[in-house]
């Protein structure tokens, strides 16, 4: 059996491939915002509520953390929101697919697991083909904004983005900043920090000029 649909907060493939994003998810003219891997944090809601002019995308491999986010929406706001959607899929399956081209204004990806193990790197999410597809999925002015409590991997992101035409660092060496706790982004920010961890935060810009087409 299917998990049931999640009316009106949650958006299924059958909605991006029969409808299409816009359709599924109007208006149309507002900008769209989306957050890989928005799990059980609060960053998407907080941002819907603060920005109404955006839509809010959520993109999570887990059902179950989708519907902890929608049923804490639907526990804080008696109406709906209308500018905030989850989607249950893998990211790699819609972005090149259903945001490319020039869709999005602004991704945001915090602390996508390091998969730390020499044999596990291949599952690492910020690796040269999907970075391409970001930077295809990308408005022109669209950004990046990454973050990671693993040295590893931010410098394993930055060696990426040396091969990716579509996406510029827009940090000096060493490609990244460690921000300050004034500046917490996610509720899991607190909880590396108070573990002592340092956070590596990222910006990468649309590069100036047509992105590559995905994949290439």
């Known amino acids: 059996m299917g998990h049931p649909v999640l009316a009106p907060y949650e958006l299924t493939w059958e909605d991006l491939r029969l409808a299409g994003l816009d359709a599924a998810f109007p208006p149309a003219d507002l900008p769209l915002e989306v957050e890989i891997g928005c799990g059980d944090d609060d960053f998407l809601l907080r941002s819907a509520e603060q920005r109404p002019g955006t839509r809010w995308l959520g993109i999570e491999y887990s059902h179950k953390r989708v519907r902890r986010q929608i049923r804490r929406i639907e526990r804080l706001h008696a109406q709906p929101l209308s500018n905030v959607r989850f989607l249950w899929r893998p990211a790699r399956d819609v972005v090149r697919p259903f945001l490319a081209p020039g869709r999005v204004h602004a991704f945001h990806v915090y602390f996508p697991d390091p ?5 596990h790197a291949r599952y690492r999410l910020l690796e040269p083909s999907f970075l391409a597809d970001l930077a295809a999925a990308l408005e022109p ?11 590893d991997y931010a410098e394993e992101v930055v060696t990426a983005l040396a091969d990716v035409s579509g996406l510029v660092n827009t940090l000096p060496a060493p490609g ?4 300050p706790p004034a500046e917490r982004t996610t509720v899991f920010e607190e909880r590396w920090r108070a573990e002592g961890r340092t956070i590596h935060a990222m910006r990468f810009n ?6 590559a087409p995905p994949g290439d």
Not at 115 to 119: D, G, V
Not at 176 to 179: A, F, G, M, S
Not at 206 to 211: D, K, T
């Open 141 to 151: 002015a669209g950004v990046v904004h990454f973050a990671t409590d693993s040295r």
């Open 115 to 119: 998969w730390p193990k020499a044999h």
């Open 206 to 211: 649309r590069a100036p000029g047509p992105a």
């Open 176 to 179: 990244w900043v460690t921000t």
